[in-house]
């Protein structure tokens, strides 16, 4: 059963670049097939995909945060990593990682395999 779990800072200050990294377990993120994505969702809103890494490493992003996205990944330790730049208040909120097949992007969990429990990031000043 593949696990996910994200781990980073909970708090930033605007401007900060923020950095999220995703540990899976019980699977291979080059297992054919599969896509690693990062989700948040904004208080009292819905889900926002942001974007994903393929099993060939391949990248995709959400236009609406590409210009501020970048997802990586290191095979040797089975992770997956979201850096968000300039980060403002408008960017509090929980983000998750998890797994989903094409078509890439969902806005409801049952959209995905799995994810993480979700860790909660907060930009204030």
């Known amino acids: 059963q593949v696990q996910l779990q994200e781990s980073g800072p909970g708090l930033m200050k605007p401007s900060q670049t923020l950095s999220l990294t995703c540990t899976v377990s019980g699977g291979s993120i080059t297992t054919d097939a599969n896509y690693w994505s990062w989700i948040r969702q904004p208080p009292g809103k819905g889900l926002e995909w942001m974007g994903a890494?393929?099993?060939?490493?391949?990248?995709y992003y959400s236009p609406s945060l590409k210009s501020r996205t970048s997802i990586s990944r290191d095979t040797s330790k089975n992770q997956f990593t979201l850096q968000l730049i300039s980060v403002t208040p408008e960017d509090t909120g929980v983000y998750y990682c998890?797994?989903?097949?094409?078509?890439?992007?969902?806005?409801?969990?049952?959209?995905?395999?799995?994810r993480g429990q979700g860790t909660q990031v907060t930009v204030s000043a």
């Open positions: 890494i393929s099993y060939s490493g391949r990248t």
């Open positions: 998890a797994r989903e097949q094409l078509p890439l992007g969902g806005t409801n969990w049952y959209d995905y395999n799995q």
